[in-house]
Structure formats: C-alpha cells, structure tokens
C-alpha cells in the first residue's frame, strides 16, 4: 500500500484531502493534532510512533526525525540498492508527504511576544520532510499548501511528474523564506553581513515603467503597518509600477508629519504639500502651491477624508487618493470617478522601527537606514546678523521636512505650512533654486517666503540669487569649504540663514 504521511499546524482542507489519499489507496500516517483530527474524522491512521517504534518525545520536538521516516522519504524508487535496504529494515516508502510549518511569522507579529514563545515556532522536523520529499521529487508528492490539494489529487491520478517538480520549487522557496525570517528576527541588525530577504508576490502588474517592461508587486512579511504592503484598495482601476512607486513616496511623506497635511506626489517629487488646521485646509494649501502639476497627481491625507475635501478633490483629475480612511459621503463622491484609486492605509505609528531602504543594482544591492532624521528649532545655528523670526522658523523647519524628499539637487520655497516652489534633480544647485523661485513667485503668498536646501552651496550664486528674488531666510546644512561666502552674501541683503549640519541628499 502506498503511504502519506500527514502533519500540519493549518487543518484547512485536511479531513477532505486524506479522504483523498484513502480513496486513491494510501495509507495515512500522522502525527499529535493532526492524527487528532484525522481519527475524529473516522479515517483509518496510524500513528508516527507506531511507525518508528519510538514515542513523540521533548514536548513534541521530536516526532518524524526518524530513520523509519526519512529513508522512506529519501529512497530512490529507481535504485535497487535503496529499495533493498528499506526492505532489509522493514521500512514502507512515503509517497506523499503533507506538512504545514510551525507559524512562526505570525507569532512574532503578536504584540509582546517574547523569545522563548518565538523560538519554540521554530519547526525542525517539518522542514526537514519536505526538504526530503521535494528533493526525491522524481517519486515523492510534496505538499505545504492547503491551496494545492486539489492539483495534487488530480496530479496523483495523473501521475503528473512536471507538477511535482513544481512542488517542489515551492517546497525550496517556503523553507528558505520560512529560514529567512527566522535569521532575520534572530539579528535584527539593519545591516547584517548575511542579509537574505524574503518577499510574496502580492499582485502582477500590467507592465513595469513601460509596455515593454514586465513588473510585480512583493510584499515583505514584516512590512511596516503603514505601508502600501498593507494598504486596501477600495476602488478603482489596478495600481500601476509607477503608480506605486509614487504612491509610496507620497506615503513616506505624509507620515513625516503630525499636523493636518495633504501631499500632492508626481513623479517621485513634491509637487505641493500644505498644512492647517483641518484637512480641507490642508488640501487648499496643496491645492494652490501647485494648482497645474497637481493634475494627475497621486494625493495622500493624514486624516480621514470628509465630504468638503472630497468634493474638491473631485473637481479635478487625480490618479491616486490615499488616506486613513473616508467618510461614506466623501468616497461616494470620489468614487463617482470609474478609474480613481482610492486606497486606506494606516497611519505610521510612533511605535514603529524606521525601516530600512532597498535599491537594487546590477548584480547587486544598497541598503541603508531610512532619513528619519528631524530638525528642530534647539538644532539650528544662526550664522548670519540678521536672525530669523519666530515665524519664518516654524517656516524654515516645515521647507525642511519637506526638502529631504525632493530629488537632489533640491531646493523648497515655503512659508506658514505650504510649499511655494520645488526645484528637483538638476544638475546644479543654481538650477534647482531657480526653477523653484519662478514658480514660488507666481503664488500670492511668496512675500516672506523662506528657502530650504537639502545640501550646502558650493558657491554663493544660490543665496545671492535666491536673496534678489525676495527670500528672507534660508536654512542649509552647511558644511561647504566656502561656506562663509554664502553667509557673507546673506549678511550683504541682510537676510537669515541658519545650519543644520545634516545633509538630506535623495537620489
């Protein structure tokens, strides 16, 4: 008789699919819950005790490590020698080899779980059977997901060779992921010298940045609450790669800030972000720092969208609308739009490890800790005669926040909660200044305006350009071997320059 042995933590489809096994001639051998389940079910199974000789011992740590289990996993059908030596042992081939993991990422997600508890979801012996079973896949079935026992009981009567090689690529790719997590819960250090990421394909996508370009989404398993990992959507047509490239930057924005705040995203950058007392405030600030490059723009909200904000944002058209939530007025209004994205994510929590930063190079990979560096009034140096005002510091510390994701070379123009002009990846600083003030000059809120960097000036053409344009007060790292040519140029308009002292480059 042919033989199946079964133990698995997740019972969904278990008693049909041993049903199965029964029906096609298998015997079912299985272990503690599993044979729990299996025998109030009324199937015929044995126990793996029965099998080996030796008792489930060490609170179920050892139950299939097993001679009596792995050779009948491992012996090659079409080698006389192995099958010879399973009959000098009285030892039964295993034909089918069904096996859940110990749930060992979802128990870390728990809140308060300790190491102990983690530890003791470390399965052994599961992976090390199917680790067997796929890799005698010439004569084994091995299975690890509840999703795949129809295929496989249609495979068996098939007697599907090409469907058990599939298995057990996935067998391969579930136990070095299931490794993956566990190594990297183990060394939570953000850059370990072994690093061996894991991720889900969540969804595929149309195409990648062009027609010609295939693309998918992953998921990490440990991605940040507030992240597009985790984000619903509730209407609309399928998210896009750049879709989701720009809506994770306006995402990352957005959780930059506390106060009611509303990001307007194209292309990576900033094309408007503004701040107030109430989210449609906000969203009149986003609104007029950009009112053309906001068209087609992917828009997040830091709070639950109502129907005021709703309906302005409906006037126009928009790819994606983010937020926490919406109210039932607010998405009926939105969604009156077919193709309008609209997604809830959470917001970031306090609570939350900064995450780390992944950009793939050819044959290789960067990573680094993520620029959750945040000025504050005690940080800033004042260098020049001339000091700024309460007012323009407040201004200053928001062009700031902002500044740190914009694409250098970048340069903001803000004031009171709004940016006024975005300057972005030129080559030169000079550029970057320039693009922003000829757009920051065209807002009627401009007088008073401050003017952020993300790095310091090479030369003192950006403050002496920026200070001829009506700028009062600029905030900069610093750090230049000519630093003091740009403060001796502010203290010529008589303008406020202060420094930070970090740089916020983004490439």
Known sequence: ????????????????????????????????????????????????????????????????????????????????????A???????????????????????????????????????????????????????????????????????????????????????????????QIAQYLNPEPLPTQFTPTYTKKQALRYGENSHQQAAFYVAPDAPASSLANAEQLHGKELSYNNLKDADAALTMMNEFKEPTVVAVKHMNPCGIGQGDTIEAAWDKAYAADSTSIFGGIIALNRPVDLATAEKMHKLFLEIVMAPSFDDDAYAALAKKKNLR??????????????????????????????????????????????????????????????????????????????????AGQMNRIGSVEIALTQAQQNP???????????????????????????RAIIQPGGSIRDQDSIDMADRYGIAMVLTGVRHFRH
């Open 1 to 84: 008789m042919k033989r199946a042995l079964l133990s698995v933590s997740d019972k969904t489809g278990l008693v049909p699919f041993a049903q199965g096994l029964i029906d096609r001639g298998f015997e079912l051998v299985s272990t503690g819950g599993t044979h729990k389940v299996l025998a109030d079910a009324g199937l015929p199974v044995t126990a793996v005790d029965a099998v080996t000789g030796f008792p489930e011992m060490l609170d179920g740590r050892v139950k299939t490590l097993h001679p009596k289990i792995h050779a009948g996993i491992l012996a090659r059908r079409d080698v006389p020698a192995h099958m010879a």
């Open 86 to 180: 399973l009959k000098e042992h009285d030892i039964a081939p295993i034909d089918v080899v069904c096996v859940n993991l110990y749930p060992f990422a979802e128990t870390i997600k728990k809140a308060d779980v300790t190491r102990a508890e983690a530890i003791e979801q470390i399965d052994i012996g599961g992976p090390s059977a199917l680790r067997a079973a796929a890799k005698n896949a010439n004569s084994v079935w091995a299975v690890v997901d509840p999703a795949d026992y129809a295929a496989v009981l249609a495979g068996i009567d098939a007697d599907d060779a090409a469907l058990r090689q599939q298995l057990a690529a996935k067998i391969f790719a579930t136990t070095a992921a299931y490794d993956a």
């Open 342 to 423: 609209i997604l809830t994510v959470p917001l970031a929590k306090a609570t939350e490890v900064p995450h780390v930063e992944s950009v793939s190079l050819v044959g290789g990979l960067l990573r680094q800790t993520s620029d959750d560096q945040v000025e504050t009034a005690a940080d800033l140096k004042v260098v020049t005669k001339v000091a700024p005002t309460d007012e323009q510091i407040q201004s200053l510390l928001f062009a700031q926040q902002v500044v740190k994701h914009v694409k250098s070379n970048a340069i903001v123009v803000a004031k009171a909660g709004q940016t006024l002009g975005i300057g």
């Open 445 to 471: 809120e401009f007088p008073g305006a401050v003017l952020a960097s993300d790095a310091f000036f090479p030369m003192d053409d950006c403050v002496e350009y920026a200070a001829q344009h009506g700028i």
